[in-house]
């Protein structure tokens, strides 16, 4: 038997060690998942944390017909997509704390064969990759997250966005094809 249908079973019955277990398996592919929508890493834990939240308020309606992480992504992207339509609807901030600043830009270096230019490449090419997907249509950029970030099939992709395999890879390859573009008219500015 699945493993994850069996502690979603165990939860259904009122075992909540067993919800745990599901959050501490499924906690980094999730947080990176809502880090594609909401780029600031501590906004995105509090996302992650309510999309965990609206999943156990929901799982006793798990009925299995899909895997339970293409269940639990659904929830985690309508969550992400949730919160920045709300984030998008009050006044910004005006108060910012220095600490916020400083921890704003952390992120994981590449350790070999580092060097200043490398990083700078490095940098401008996920810029422009970031924003050729922010600039996809809502479809296709999920479509290429999905293939390229989290690594799943067409199938599965097919069935965490509920359309046929033939339209799922149209978008990807739309979605390549806008992305090399960019990368293409980048590169041609800088010569």
Known sequence: MNVDLELVQRVQQGDK???DVLILKYQQRIVHVIT???HDPVEALDVAQEAFIKAYRAIPNFRGDSAFYTWLYRIAINTAKNYLTARARRPPAMDVDALDATNYYDAPE???FETPESNL??????QT????????PEDTATAIRLREFEG?????????MDCPIGTVRSR??????????????TMSEEE
């Open 172 to 185: 990807i390859f739309r979605a390549r094809e806008a992305i090399e573009k960019q990368i293409y008219n």
């Open 152 to 160: 799943m099939s067409y199938e599965e992709i097919a069935q965490v």
């Open 36 to 38: 594609g929508f909401v």
């Open 121 to 126: 490449i490095s940098n401008e090419l996920e």
């Open 17 to 19: 060690k067993a919800f």
């Open 129 to 136: 990759i970031q924003q050729a997907i922010q600039d996809l």
């Open 110 to 112: 590449l350790k070999e």
